[in-house]
């Protein structure tokens, strides 16, 4: 039956044995003899024996670096560091086999971590670079294997040198009121290397008060070259200007100095960077003076703009102001005022005094007065120099006109029913001397003609025949000032034109008529 069919497996390991990785042989090799015993017992049983072979690691793989080049980049100014890195304890070590180039103020070490640093001081100029063979070697109890990498440390350009003042050249002078000119150029030397940053030279100005000055690094020579700006010199402010010009570079300046070489940690350096308190690192300076060339000034005058007042129809030779101009090349009165634009002819000014007097009445109503005021120039001349001087007269009104008809003749036409026509004046003077107006009619206007009280219109009466008439008008303003016009009025029939003016075919017409009868007239007599 089934149960009898089914059989019984069994597995043992009766025996071991070891051998290392990579063995060398020869083969085949004998890793040992066992001996055993097999008896049929059971046709269910099945039984399997196991041997054992375990295969000995060796070291055989060295550490390996993830490249096989390193390139750093390390400021100048880098200070010397070992602080130690919290690792753990590796299997492998880390040794610099080699150093080039190898410098007696610089040391490299590196730590059981891989890091790299060194003592004491770095300098471009004695080592741009160094390039470091390191190795990693394992700790195998037999063999000890290890590999290597370089690492390259390129040493940042600093600056080791201050720039040092070497000359100056130029003429030294400058003529007052010039500007962009250039009367100094400073030299100097630097031993940095050339156009980078420590080697480009920054110039600073001290005692320009009034910034007249300014200065700019020629880019290719490194020298200073001293400016004029917008802001001229003036003679009469001084014939001289002295100036401090100091000099430094862009980059701060780096010294470093191995004072001793200690057996543990650190070295003693000395290291200076930027300005120094001890002065050892300050700028050089050195004194400029300018020379300032006297160049004829142009007068000025106190006041370039004024702003007066006169009354209109004050009589000629009326005093109403003065303006004062001064010479800064000259503590003496001139003779050297004048006018200069004066559009109407109003004044005149005094050549020495700068009186200005009216020699014409000022009119307020003169159209060289825009909006009340009348301008003109007046001149202080130093040949070739002239300062200018503007003066705003206010002309003061005065109700010195009288209201005026706009037009003196009108048109009315002739119904049976009253006609209005406007009548229209205007004032030149300003409020309170003009409008608004009062209009009144003279003489024996009964039943003719009258006035609309509200819309100063003229009315014409049914009464009023056509042809030519005369009307006596008075009009005045709101200080009573007035004038009686003689007004021309035509009545007619405005059938043929809205007015009373004939077509000019119409009137040649009846001229014709007019000719034609006439000569029927004589033919007749």
Known sequence: ?????????????????EIEEGHPGPFPYELGKLRFEARKMDVSMDTRLGIQISIKDINDNPPRFERDLYEINLPQESTQDIDKRETLNSTFHYEIKSVSPNVRDTELVIEESGYISFKGCLNYEVAEKFTIVVEAKDHGEVVKLSSSTI??????????????????????????????VSPV????????????????????IHGDERENFKILTDLETNDG????????????????????????????????????????????????KGHDPSGAAEPQSVKVTVDVEDANDPPNFSMTLKEVAVMENVPAGTWFDKVTAVDPDSNYSKEFYKVGNDPAGWVTVD????????????????????NGTYTILVYAVDKPMTGTATLHIHVWDQNDNVP?????????????????????????????YGG?????????????????PYTAGLVKEPGVSSGQHTIHLKISDMQGAFKVYNLSVTACGCTVTPNCSRPKESFLLWSLKIVQEESSSNQTL
């Open 436 to 452: 608004p107006f009062t209009f009144e009619l003279l003489g024996n206007v009964e039943g003719k003609w009258r006035l609309n």
């Open 351 to 370: 050549p020495l005094t700068g009186i200005i007097t009216m020699i014409k009445t000022p009119d307020r109503e003169s159209p060289h007065v825009v």
């Open 1 to 17: 039956n089934s149960e009898l069919l089914s059989r019984h497996r069994r597995a043992w390991i009766i025996d071991s044995f």
């Open 185 to 204: 150029r400073l030299h100097v030397t630097d031993k940095d290397t050339p156009h980078t940053s420590g080697w480009r030279a920054r110039y600073t």
């Open 151 to 180: 690492v390259v440390i390129h040493v940042g350009n600093g600056n080791n040198h201050l720039p040092v003042i070497s000359g100056q050249t130029g003429t030294g002078k400058v003529k007052e009121l010039e500007t962009g």
């Open 404 to 432: 005026q008809l706009t037009v003196d003749s009108l048109d009315v036409c002739v119904f049976d029913a009253p006609t209005t026509t406007n009548i229209e004046a205007f004032d030149p003077d300003e409020a309170p």
């Open 225 to 272: 070259i001293l400016t004029v700006v917008e802001q001229p010199l003036d003679f009469e402010n001084g014939a001289q200007r002295e100036l401090l010009i100091s000099v430094e570079n862009e980059a701060p300046y780096y010294s470093c100095e191995v004072k001793e070489r200690t057996p543990s940690g650190l070295w003693k350096v000395d290291t200076i």
